[in-house]
């Protein structure tokens, strides 16, 4: 049973500051890895995906990755209230593939003015 | 562009009857994807369309649900008869070759009274 570990939350951060989500996964075969958004009645919507250890940055957004310890992260940097929503880390095998793709149960992120 | 379209949008139900959901995804897309999404869970996939085969349908109860896909567009997702524990938002998504990338429509909220 291939399992994906989130901080259930809520987390709370001030308006501009760094918001940091994190992920854990239990399955070493995993290759591609995503965080979605996801707001509140809405569906999810795809922010960032990632394949390759190290950081991939999007404009305010930045996934790390560390295959070795199981880990990916969400960094939100100078966070705005439009912030606030459930981040989903999905996390799949061949990379890319969306055959195989176990979501978390989601980070609540509040971004307080 | 046209994102995933869903209908109907809420339906309530007593236990035991039946439910059909419907599902238009994005032009082009090849792949589809039935989730279903439990209150404070993250998305579990129930079946994965590539055109009109089934990739993936080991998480789908099928002694209760079906779905079907056919000419390789829409597709709709039956339950009969529903439980108590199948309420949820019914999530269908789509993706152009199969990746993690996936559109997700505004979803299928099920009560099951």
């Known amino acids: 049973q291939k399992e994906v570990e989130q901080n259930s939350g809520p987390l709370s951060v001030p308006e501009g500051a760094i918001a940091s989500l994190n992920c854990t996964y239990s399955d070493r075969g995993s290759q591609s890895f995503f965080w979605y958004r996801q707001y509140s009645g809405k569906s999810p919507e795809l922010i960032m995906f990632?394949?390759?250890?190290g950081d991939k940055e999007d404009g305010r957004f930045t996934a790390q990755l560390n295959k070795a310890s199981q880990y990916v992260s969400l960094l939100i940097r100078d966070s705005q209230p439009s912030d606030s929503a459930t981040y989903l880390c999905a996390v799949g095998g061949l990379s890319g593939s969306a055959r195989q793709l176990t979501f978390g149960s989601g980070t609540q992120l509040t971004v307080l003015p | 562009e046209a994102g995933v379209a869903q209908s109907p949008r809420y339906k309530i139900i007593e236990k035991r009857q039946s439910v059909a959901f419907w599902c238009n995804p994005i032009s082009g897309h090849a792949t589809l994807y039935w989730y279903q999404q439990i209150l404070g869970q993250g998305p579990k996939l129930l079946i994965q369309?590539?055109?009109?085969?089934?990739?993936?349908d080991s998480q789908l109860p099928k002694d209760r649900f079906s779905a079907e896909r056919l000419k390789g567009v829409d597709s709709t997702l039956k339950i009969q008869p529903a439980k108590l524990e199948d309420s949820a938002v019914y999530l269908c998504a789509s993706s152009f070759s199969g990746s993690g990338e996936l559109f997700f429509g505004e979803g299928s909220r099920l009560t099951v009274l």
């Open positions: 369309f590539q055109n009109n085969g089934v990739v993936d």
């Open positions: 990632i394949y390759s250890n």
